[in-house]
T-cell receptor
Framework: GENVEQHPSTLSVQEGDSAVIKCTYS??????FPWYKQELGKGPQLIID?????GEKKDQRIAVTLNKTAKHFSLHITETQPEDSAVYFC????FGGGNDMRFGAGTRLTVKP | DTAVSQTPKYLVTQMGNDKSIKCEQN?????MYWYKQDSKKFLKIMFS???????INETVPNRFSPKSPDKAHLNLHINSLELGDSAVYFC???????????????FGPGTRLTVL
């Protein structure tokens, strides 16, 4: 089955700096890669996703890149703000196969003002 | 509001008891899930239901049983609760059924279960 590894487990940056979180996956059949943000006491919320037919996707300060050959994908947050502080999860699944979605272990991002 | 909702938000109970967590989604989705998040924040899928049919059971003890009275609800029943069951349980749903927009899972707010 799919195995998703996520690094780093904790990340601390100064406000305004960039943050990068990296994930690798094992199943070459995986083709859907969402990123979730989980704030304290809340459920994970989708912030961006990417499918295997594109290599990069951007939404304002958030971008995700995908390298299918190397089986890794990354989340990039630019101009970080204190409200970006949360736990971020990457995940991977096959198209139309949400039943097989596997999550990374999470990265606790702290943005210091 | 369109969302995935869970009740209760907090559940504190004694070992050996039986408890249920309810989940409802009004998004019209076809598939619902239960996840367990442990103290280290690791998210692990427990069950998936598609149109009231169980799709996967990730080696969860049979003390846990999902019940889906209809497509919009997936409740989680737990019998003979153990200390190790303490965790946050999340319900989620997704519009599985074809097309590029069908993979995203939408999570509920979670239920923090504490077994004493």
């Amino acid at each position: 089955g799919e195995n998703v590894e996520q690094h780093p487990s904790t990340l601390s940056v100064q406000e305004g700096d960039s943050a990068v979180i990296k994930c690798t996956y094992s199943d070459s059949a995986s083709n859907y890669f969402p990123w979730y943000k989980q704030e304290l006491g809340k459920g994970p919320q989708l912030i961006i996703d990417i499918r295997s037919n594109v290599g990069e996707k951007k939404d304002q300060r958030i971008a995700v890149t995908l390298n299918k050959t190397a089986k890794h994908f990354s989340l990039h947050i630019t101009e970080t703000q204190p409200e970006d502080s949360a736990v971020y999860f990457c995940a991977a699944s096959t198209f139309g196969g949400g039943n097989d979605m596997r999550f990374g272990a999470g990265t606790r991002l702290t943005v210091k003002p | 509001d369109t969302a995935v909702s869970q009740t209760p938000k907090y559940l504190v109970t004694q070992m050996g008891n039986d408890k249920s967590i309810k989940c409802e989604q009004n998004l019209g989705h076809d598939t619902m899930y239960w996840y367990k998040q442990d103290s280290k924040k690791f998210l692990k899928i427990m069950f998936s239901y598609n149109n009231k049919e169980l799709i996967i059971n990730e080696t969860v003890p049979n003390r846990f049983s999902p019940k889906s009275p209809d497509k919009a609800h997936l409740n989680l029943h737990i019998n003979s609760l153990e200390l190790g069951d303490s965790a946050v349980y999340f319900c989620a749903s997704s519009p599985i059924g074809g097309g590029w927009s069908t993979d995203t899972q939408y999570f509920g707010p979670g239920t923090r279960l504490t077994v004493l």
